[in-house]
């Protein structure tokens, strides 16, 4: 969960991003092996984002970047209500929209907010470039800061995509398909391959979409094996799920020890014992005899007679 900013976290650009980004009202993720799969669709995301090509051919373009993000941005202001909406449309058979009433908002509010930072991003890396001068130094610093924020946030809303799992769980790994595979479209239409050869620009074209959609499906599948979650089932009728727990102490060379308590009830050596209790009913086995002490005062002993006296050696 996010943990709430300070005067002094405000300055740490990772911080305002796990707080801004990843709020309260997300839900954590419910498998640990889920959750790295959500990191490795994290990077084929951003391998798709930038584009291999400017890596590949070493000639990175800062204004490039600055375009791709803005049109990422639009891609995905468009394709994830419209995802959403499709989805809710599906769900319908089994449930209400009201029923997501809260969750969808919310998810709206975080998208929206996201899409603005990166905007007012690239307009302020534009600003900076432009003016230049005395502007250069806060400006430059203030947007140092905020792609710093807008970095963190990405890999964020990447693992949650804007809060959609508080909705359904397998909405992440569906709105990251669709995405990827829509912003590799115009370049498969089109057939531009980015000054690439003919191999390194269908690796390029289709490397992430393809990946991000195998991940993303083996993703939705070990939450429906595991978990009983559907993508087509509404999220009112699916069970919560239960995040799976460590065991509680280490098993070491597989031994088990026995459970439960291996004495009966009772106390062994009181007055009377329970019934079925291995020691006799009459009482404590050491308890005093009803017809009196063997080694007492004036109890026969059946001492053996003696020829010479009262003791073995005579008297």
Known sequence: MSDGLT???????KQVAQALYHPAWIP????????RLKKVRIIAGAVAAFGVYTFVQRKFNFEEVLENMLTASVVVLFITPLT????LFVWRRT???????VPLVNSLKLLLFFIGSVVGLVFLWQATTMLGGFWLVPLGFTALWLTGMVAYGAVQVSGNFFGTAAVHRCLPPLLATVTTWLM??????TGDLHGLSFKMGIVFILGAPV?????????????RRRYGIRLGAHPATLPAPRPAQPPAYPTP?????????????GNPYAPYPPQGHPYPPQGHPYAPNPQGNPY???????LPPYPFGQGPYGS
């Open 253 to 265: 060379n597989g031994f088990v020890p026995p459970q439960g308590n291996p004495y009966p009830p």
């Open 28 to 35: 954590e993720s419910v498998d640990p092996s889920v959750d």
């Open 7 to 13: 005067v002094r976290s405000i300055l740490q650009p």
């Open 211 to 223: 990946t991000v959609t195998g991940i993303a499906a083996l993703e939705m599948n070990r939450l």
């Open 95 to 101: 449930g209400t929209v009201r029923q997501l009433r």
């Open 84 to 87: 959403v909406g499709v989805m």
């Open 296 to 302: 007492g005062p004036g109890t026969p002993q059946n």
């Open 184 to 189: 590799a479209l115009p370049d498969l239409l």
